[in-house]
């Protein structure tokens, strides 16, 4: 198979073979409805770059594809600076879920806070501008020792009842009944294990995760 960029012609393309062979798009949160239906998770973690999620939404709205998109407060952009602001709150009018994306285990470490407060304070910021959240899922910046998940999955009763979470992006229940897709460094940028056209070939529900950062119109680089 001829390898392809990460372009939106080529998001477009899975897209639109997905429909073609009848799977259902849905949210995270809807990941136990449809039971007569193949189905399709896209998920987005805004690692960098907000206006990245631009081109995406517009191809989600075209395609009607309801996406579980992971927004960062402690990371190295400003969800108030008006322009990312907008974006995640387009979003959010278009019908997507929202879920806060933390390395707060790292973070506690760094800034010699408790833990709790780190998570504590980053989604009192994220429920404040944008309203309900009902999700998290980690992001790791630095070191996998440092991944926040497992004290997430710990810790997940306690959490999930403190802030009304409904889910965590890593529940077992999406990988036992999901095959998992996703797009990463390795070291150039190419599909981590299974492509998306692999899993369609197999009938599998899919779990796509992709970075919005990595995703262009014309060029790679015309988000930075
Ligand atoms: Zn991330």
Not at 26 to 34: A, F, Q, R, T
Not at 78 to 93: G, L, R, S, V
Not at 140 to 158: A, T
């Amino acid at each position: 198979m001829k390898k392809e960029k990460f372009t939106y012609n080529y998001l477009i393309k899975i897209i639109k073979k997905a429909k073609n062979k009848k799977y259902k798009f849905i949210s995270l949160k809807d990941y136990n409805k449809y039971k007569n239906k193949k189905k399709f998770l896209l998920r987005l973690d805004l690692d960098f770059y907000p206006k990245s999620l631009s081109g995406i939404l517009e191809i989600a709205k075209k395609f009607k594809i309801p996406l579980t998109i992971y927004i960062r407060v402690a990371g190295p952009y400003n969800i108030f600076w008006y322009e990312n602001y907008t974006i995640i709150k387009n979003a959010i009018d278009q019908g997507h879920t929202i879920g806060l994306h933390s390395n707060f285990i790292e973070r506690a470490k760094l800034i010699k806070k408790s833990i709790t407060k780190c998570i504590d304070d980053e989604i009192t910021v994220l429920k404040k501008l944008f309203g309900n959240i009902i999700t998290l899922a980690p992001h790791r910046d630095i070191n996998y020792i440092e991944n926040s998940l497992p004290w997430i999955e710990k810790n997940w009763s306690k959490i999930k009842k403190k802030h009304n979470f409904k889910f965590h992006a890593y529940e077992k229940k999406f990988f036992l009944n999901f095959e998992y897709i996703n797009e990463g460094l390795n070291p150039h940028l190419c599909w981590r294990n299974i492509t998306p056209e692999t899993a369609m070939k197999k009938n599998k529900n899919i779990y796509m995760l992709i970075h919005p950062h990595w995703w262009f119109n014309k060029n790679p680089y015309e988000h930075y």
